[in-house]
């Protein structure tokens, strides 16, 4: 049988975190930013921790989008603090969306990737970074001005401390194989973005 | 078209680049109160453009014709969202083409966008330009459709190849 072997050189560690303490230890108060989430367990977690709230686009298809949702977001709405939140499966699969945020790079804006090297929803494939791709390499290739990867319970501190401070910033957040956090949400995307803005902006 | 586009309001103008937006991107580029938005694929404008009307605010979509077939499984999230999208295509593989890799998808541009349930609208000659963009900004931001207008070789003239 073909295996896919990881990439030769790469030395990481391996990941120890579980995604459902880690994301609510990370983002203390979800309720505080605009959140574009990504497909799809970024969006079930950011949902179950806001309770599907109103200031979370949580995507259920559209896989690449979130990063760049994020980014028009932040632009229309200089004033609040978005997050753009995804894994990295789908921020593989629009990759370059990471060099243009880079390029325009607004101060209200943070990209956190939450990276269990796995295809979570499909059968757990090895995914690109589960085989040694390092997205935090990429980022700062492409030009992030803070680039954070937390592997352990002790790198969390300084990944809050940066979501607190003001400037564009992309946290690897590498966490084990297993299930996000999951409440009910709403799969209805008309329904998502029509209380998003009643919301954000009374419309 | 640039100034029609601002005086709507439009403060996002993101792009793939294409010698028929020429202009277009260089206005924006000049434009303090604009943000320009280079691209490195077009299904990022499409998404991009999403958030921006999260937060209220307009945006347009530069692309070659070739751009569209990027953008497809992309507007799944303007179609499902309802999200308004204003795309303005420059075509390739159209009137007067000579470059035979342009025709695939030249050929195909409006059947896609159609299929994926984006409105396309056409100009080809120079006085049809203000009349369909206007057009096409009351359908986006009156009625919150994704309108697509196709800027025709016979209006732009055939690159040379």
Redesign the interface.
């Known amino acids: 049988m073909a295996q896919l072997k990881r990439i030769a050189g790469v030395n990481q560690p391996d990941a120890v975190l579980d995604r459902r303490e880690a994301v609510p230890a990370l983002i203390e108060r979800p309720q505080d930013w605009l959140v574009a989430a990504g497909l799809a367990g970024t969006a079930q977690e950011l949902c179950a921790m806001t309770d599907d709230g109103p200031n979370v686009f949580g995507l259920g298809g559209a896989m690449g989008a979130a990063p760049m949702m994020a980014l028009g977001l932040a632009l229309a709405q200089p004033q609040r603090r978005v997050l753009g939140i995804t894994g990295d499966g789908e921020l593989l699969m629009n990759i370059g969306a990471l060099g243009t945020i880079a390029l325009v790079a607004p101060v209200n804006l943070k990209i956190v990737c939450v990276d269990n090297g796995h295809y979570g929803e499909t059968g757990n494939q090895d995914s690109h970074t589960g085989l040694g791709v390092q997205l935090d390499r990429i980022a700062a290739g492409f030009g992030f001005p803070v680039v954070h990867v937390i592997n352990t319970l002790a790198d969390i501190d300084e990944g809050r401390r940066i979501l607190a401070a003001p400037g564009l910033a992309f946290i690897l957040l590498r966490v084990k194989e297993g299930p996000a956090l999951r409440k009910k949400r709403s799969l209805r995307p008309h329904v998502v973005r029509d209380r998003f803005r009643a919301a954000l902006l009374g419309m | 078209m640039y100034d029609q586009l601002r005086a709507q309001g439009v403060?996002?103008v993101a792009y793939v680049p294409d010698a028929g937006h020429r202009v277009m991107i260089d206005r924006s580029l000049a434009d303090p109160d604009v943000?320009s938005?280079?691209?490195?694929?077009e299904?990022?404008?499409?998404?991009?453009?999403?958030?921006?009307?999260?937060?209220?605010?307009r945006?347009v979509l530069l692309m070659q014709s070739s751009g569209v077939g990027n953008c497809i499984?992309?507007l799944?999230?303007t179609a499902?969202?309802?999200?308004p999208l204003l795309m303005l295509v420059s075509m390739r593989g159209d009137f007067g083409e000579g470059n035979p890799w342009q025709f695939p998808m030249g050929r195909a541009t409006q059947t896609v966008l159609e299929a994926m349930g984006v409105v396309v609208l056409r100009a080809d000659a120079a006085q049809d330009v203000m009349p369909t963009i206007q057009a096409a900004c009351t359908m986006v931001w009156g009625s919150g459709e994704a309108v697509a207008v196709l800027l025709g070789q016979r209006l732009l003239g055939a690159k040379a190849f």
Do not use: C, Y
Not at chain 2, 37 to 41: A, D, N, V
């Open positions: 403060t996002q943000h938005i280079p691209l490195t694929t299904e990022e404008g499409v998404a991009l453009l999403a958030g921006a009307d999260l937060g209220s605010a945006g499984n992309m799944s999230l499902g969202a309802r999200f």
